[in-house]
């Protein structure tokens, strides 16, 4: 069974920063990409990852109203990906989304799998 386990999630205020780890079983992030999803209270999933991560192209990609401000990463064991939240803005409040998908680079649009989600909530 395909796992995306999601957390580090939080309540913080604005300017603070938040680590949010996506950690796979049932596969490695070999020839994947992986992306952050977000989905705003009250609105449907965006259809574009946030970030984006992919070995299978090693291309990243970032939103540009996150650019300077998150940075994705892979760990050493290659099942968990982090996505590091800096000076963090009240609009950056979401869920947000693990999710990857096969032999494919970034942005994301479509994803294979995805985790159940972590909530960000940034006070003003």
């Known amino acids: 069974e395909v796992q995306l386990v999601v957390s580090g999630g939080g309540l913080v205020r604005a300017g603070g920063s938040l680590r949010l780890s996506c950690v796979a079983s049932g596969l490695t992030f070999a020839n994947y990409a992986v992306g952050w999803f977000r989905q705003v209270p009250g609105k449907e999933r965006e259809g574009v990852s946030v970030?984006?991560?992919?070995?299978?192209?090693?291309?990243?990609y970032y939103a540009d109203h996150v650019e300077d401000r998150f940075t994705i990463s892979i760990g050493n064991a290659k099942n968990t990906v982090y996505l590091q939240l800096n000076n963090l803005k009240p609009e950056d409040t979401a869920v947000y989304y693990c999710a990857v998908l096969s032999r494919a680079g970034c942005p994301m649009r479509k994803y294979d799998y995805w985790g159940q989600g972590t909530q960000v909530t940034v006070s003003s």
């Open positions: 970030s984006c991560i992919s070995s299978y192209d090693d291309s990243t």
